[in-house]
């Protein structure tokens, strides 16, 4: 769904490659690139090696790879912000920036940017305010939530200081009474509580562990918003910020798929809820890492039990 930052750093080209020889054309270069992305023919390697080589033939990979840019069907679009930026970093936020609201390309483009310096925050927090008032659901199109975990990517102290000020208000503006938070009528009826932790362990910023703590604390330790919170400080403990994406986990964490399709065909499960959890994210569960001192303040949220 969305580019970690594992595959952002693949993107930035550190394979060790020579300007080809003069035989060899851009063109198949080009097409060798292409190619090196297949699902079929994947090669993460020689990828690496021939972003080197186009980056290395400088402006001269200019208008193919433009070409890559505004192609939306081409598999090496995404990269294409990387190789820019590389290229030519003073006309590369004049090049980038028109296309940053394009849900395929904000986060490559904004890490990008943000590598050479180009200030992308101010309107990723633009277009943020913006779609929070927009109800994207079941639509495939840029969303607040995406927005979210483009600003979580670019780390920095302004960005961890805006998300901070976006989970207090939203913890807030939260009614201590139970409620579904996609079906009142608030501010944050189009930002979803996951998206907003998985961009805290997008920034990996440490010193957003102990208003974390405070958010998990709000929440019964048994219902998901808790786990998802104590998941989220494990993995900036842990620097893993690539170990999965909370938006989607929280669906098996509420109900594990392998345990719907156990009862489905019948079949007898081979190991407790309890033991798969323990499998799958005990690690953010230790003693040094989950220390919840007191039990936490009620707060309901009626699909996230």
Known sequence: MKKSNEENNKKKGNGKSQAPAGDESLEAIIREFRQSLSPYER?????????SVICILGKRSMEPILKMLHDKKDVARTYVPWIIAEIDPSTAGEILMPLISDKDLIDDISGAL???NVPVLPQLIKMFNKKLKVDTTGKNVLSANNIFLSIGKVRCDESLEFMNSVMDEYINEMPKEEFDPSEMDWKFKNLDFFYVLEAFVRQQDERSIDRLK????????EYTDHLACQ???GRIIKKKPDDGFLPLEVMDIMIPSWKISDVLLGNKSSMSVDD????????YFTPDIYDRKKEPKKRNRANHK
């Open 231 to 233: 998941i989220a400080i």
């Open 43 to 51: 090669n993460e390697e020689r990828t690496r090696q021939l972003q």
């Open 214 to 221: 405070k958010v998990r604390d709000i929440f019964p330790p």
């Open 276 to 283: 798969w959890f323990e499998r799958e994210y005990g690690e």
């Open 114 to 116: 943000h590598g050479i």
